[in-house]
């Protein structure tokens, strides 16, 4: 039988701070395929989603037919801090940040390095977006967020493969996440998020040409549909999202975790060795559709 077999192999999740988004879900789906999973999770969430894997309130979204998710080792990574020069001296002394170390894409990718050795990763997913301005229309954007939105969703890539792909193993996998809203207006998903998602999607192509000269990895893009996932919920018009890709998708059904899990599963796989500099949408065909299926059935 052919299938997904990742036994023998590391990921690094980018971007997991709970059990309900697409990040967990890639975790869950790499590991019930046999590979070892570590974490790189945001630092003012670090804490809370530490403490909740301690104490098992995890344990029934973390089971799989005969096993459990569990992570090698979880890292703090704030991946907008390239390096520790770049942390400005009000984060240092958050209380969220002044006890942890680390935690900028450099020092990660060096923490990873010694605790594993020169090449410890075969599958690098960056499962990270973030607008502080996300509820604003592109029109009443300030350039500040415009640019917080592209540096937190877009170059954050960039510099995660600048730093891990000297760690990733030849034939290896990177995998990010996109959404519609990098091709087509979204209404509500401001800020500069669209942006940030059509850079996503434009440096995935480019970094499949330079990474897989340098390193021979392949770098792959998912565009999924909408989750309500503790993140999503910060555009404020999700649930209704959600519900207009279910009635109006190519099936009628609305995007699982599990769905673009799966698909991750199979990116990172020997059987998509083929495959790289490719934006693959999963959202059950809606970004096929072109006009309301609502309107037509009502006909």
Not at 24 to 51: D, E, I, Y
Request: glycine content about 10%; some cysteine; aromatic content about 8%.
């Amino acid at each position: 039988m052919l299938g997904i077999d990742l036994r023998g192999k590391r990921a690094f999740v980018a971007g997991i701070g709970d059990d309900h988004g697409y990040g967990w879900s890639m975790a869950k789906a790499f590991h019930q395929a046999g590979a070892s999973v570590c974490a790189g999770t945001w630092p003012p969430v670090l804490g809370l989603f530490t403490k909740s894997l301690e104490r098992g309130k995890f344990e029934e979204s973390a089971a799989y037919p005969g096993g459990k998710l569990s992570f090698e080792k979880v890292y703090p990574l704030d991946a907008v801090f390239d390096v520790p020069e770049d942390v400005p001296a009000d984060v240092r002394e958050d209380k969220r940040y002044k006890e942890l170390s680390g935690y900028t894409v450099q020092e990660c990718a060096d923490r990873l390095k010694a605790d594993f050795g020169e090449k410890p990763l075969d599958l690098l997913v960056h499962s990270l977006a973030n607008g502080p301005e996300v509820k604003k229309p592109l029109l009443e954007t300030s350039r500040k967020g415009y640019l917080a939105a592209v540096s937190a969703s877009a170059y954050s890539l960039v510099s995660m493969i600048q730093r891990f792909g000297p760690l990733l193993k030849p034939g290896g996998a990177v995998v990010s996440l996109s959404y519609l809203a990098s091709e087509r207006v979204i209404p509500g998903y401001g800020g500069g998020m669209s942006a940030a998602k059509a850079a996503l999607e434009s440096d995935t192509r480019t970094l499949a040409y330079e990474a897989g000269r340098k390193y021979d990895i392949r770098v792959n893009c998912i565009s999924a549909g909408p989750l309500a996932s503790r993140a999503a919920k910060a555009i404020g018009t999700i649930e209704a999202m959600i519900e207009y890709y279910k009635a109006n998708s190519a099936r009628g059904q609305a995007t699982t975790a599990e769905d673009v899990a799966h698909t991750a599963a199979f990116l990172c796989s020997p059987l998509a060795n083929g495959l790289t500099g490719t934006v693959i949408h999963v959202d059950h065909g809606y970004h096929a559709m072109g006009m309301s299926a609502a309107q037509v059935l009502k006909t």
